[in-house]
């Protein structure tokens, strides 16, 4: 399902683990409870979607666009996050261990109350996001 278009799509609590979904479109979808587990996510675009509660675990999700997106509560555990843009994300109590964040744009993120263990944040990438604090 490469590039396939869910934009305005009700998938709430839907099972796509496993699923190929590079390139694919969610723009405004309602993703909450969505299982994504180890999907292929890649350059996949998630603006203003909303994936509270989402488990993203293992997805890749390199250069993905998450722009404005709502990842309350979600699992992103190992998440490859390699140059995506999370610029105005709500990223509150997302669990980040071990994701890979390099390259990541988190202009005005909220990560207020997220893990953020083992992940490979630079400071700076910190420092543009709206909850850090030193």
Request: no cysteine; hydrophobic share 40%; net charge negative.
């Amino acid at each position: 399902m490469s590039g396939a278009n869910f934009s305005n799509a009700n998938l709430q609590g839907v099972n796509l683990e496993d699923a190929n979904l590079n390139n694919a479109n969610f723009y405004k979808a309602d993703l909450r409870g969505v299982n994504l587990e180890d999907a292929n996510l890649w350059g996949a675009n998630f603006e203003g979607a909303d994936l509270e509660g989402a488990n993203l675990q293992l997805a890749d999700l390199r250069v993905a666009n998450l722009e404005g997106a709502n990842l309350e509560g979600a699992n992103l555990f190992e998440a490859e996050l390699y140059n995506a843009s999370l610029k105005n994300a709500n990223l509150k109590n997302a669990n980040f261990y071990k994701a890979d964040l390099e390259g990541a744009d988190l202009e005005g993120a909220d990560l207020e109350g997220a893990n953020l263990e083992g992940t490979n944040l630079s400071q700076e990438q910190l420092e543009k996001t709206r909850s850090y604090r030193k």
